[in-house]
């Protein structure tokens, strides 16, 4: 009796504790990440699809994919405006409808491909089912604000353009762009100013209070974002030290390194203070990020499982 008694208690013991950890295991279901329209992966500043082997988002396609999503990697200018990436954008998705019959798409940018993905869900809402900005600028950049302190036309202006265009030139020849490079046309999309008139044009998801959420959703489209705020977080990541620098252009701010913690929110804000940087948040570089926060691919693979459960 004592042996039955003891199995029963073993095996309730052993269901609530499989119920408890239901959220857990769902992450490994086959279908956990299978969202109705495909998810489109979106580039930002100086971005790529694969650059010598290594991808822009590190190990995000078939983290999503292993478990249902249809995953598309778009690959536009990597510096120039945001309307000229837009428009990039658009034909491609375009192209991606009429060869796969897909209607729409959940776009998901990073950086500077969070308004260029806002570009395209404002003027062509019937492609577009979600829009989620990552470490988005949505709201500008300190870093790009304090670059403009360079004269207009200036012979130092003229230097910074020739590196910067060439820099943005040699990534996409040596990636297969194909693009036409424009980086003072980028970096000065991406101040502070500018971002506020592109915003007046395309003001869906954008938060109209200074740090807090905007709409959910508009015209049928829904609006996510999430962000980092610590520049410094592998001692072995090379790009940290760059990222360091570039935060103290906030005076304090809450930052990614490159875009600031309120600047980054876009319609319902998921979470704004991972302890990842800016280019930990699509894992780059090589996958190196704070061993003590949340690995940016069950990030990507939890917010793909809410597009799902929200019939995305």
């Not at 208690?9 to 495909?38: D, E």
């Not at 297969?176 to 506020?196: I, M, P």
């Not at 704004?272 to 996958?287: I, S």
Request: with cysteine.
């Amino acid at each position: 009796m004592k042996v039955i008694l003891s199995t029963l208690c073993l095996t309730l013991s052993l269901m609530l504790s499989v119920s408890s950890y239901a959220g857990f295991f769902s992450l490994f279901s086959k279908n956990y990440t299978r969202t109705q329209h495909p998810i489109v992966l979106v580039h930002g500043l100086y971005g790529f699809d694969s650059l010598l082997g290594m991808d822009y988002f590190y190990r995000v396609p078939a983290a999503l994919e292993r478990s249902g999503a249809t995953v598309y990697i778009v690959t536009v200018a990597g510096a120039n405006e945001t309307e000229v990436r837009g428009e990039q954008l658009l034909e491609q998705l375009e192209t991606l409808s009429a060869v796969t019959g897909h209607a729409k798409f959940n776009l998901i940018g990073h950086s500077h491909g969070s308004p260029t993905s806002r570009y395209v869900a404002s003027i062509r809402p019937d492609l577009v089912a979600s829009v989620t900005g990552i470490g988005g600028t949505n709201k500008g950049s300190r870093t790009a604000d304090l670059m403009h302190i360079i004269p207009e036309d200036s012979f130092a202006e003229d230097i910074v353009a020739l590196f910067a265009t060439t820099l943005a030139s040699l990534i996409d020849g040596v990636s297969g762009g194909g693009y036409e490079q424009d980086a003072v046309a980028s970096f000065r999309d991406l101040t502070t100013a500018a971002s506020h008139a592109f915003n007046e044009i395309h003001p869906q998801g954008i938060p109209t209070s200074a740090c807090g959420e905007g709409d959910y959703e508009v015209n049928g489209i829904r609006y996510y974002s999430w962000s980092g705020t610590k520049p410094l977080t592998n001692a072995l990541d090379l790009s940290d030290m760059l990222l360091g620098f570039t935060s103290l252009t906030f005076f304090g701010e809450a930052n990614d390194g490159l875009v600031s913690r309120c600047s980054s929110h876009l319609g319902q804000v998921i979470r704004d203070d991972y302890r990842m940087n800016h280019l930990d948040e699509t894992n780059l570089l090589l996958g190196l990020h704070d061993i003590l926060s949340t690995d940016p691919l069950t990030v990507f693979r939890q917010h793909a499982n809410r597009l799902k459960k929200a019939g995305l």
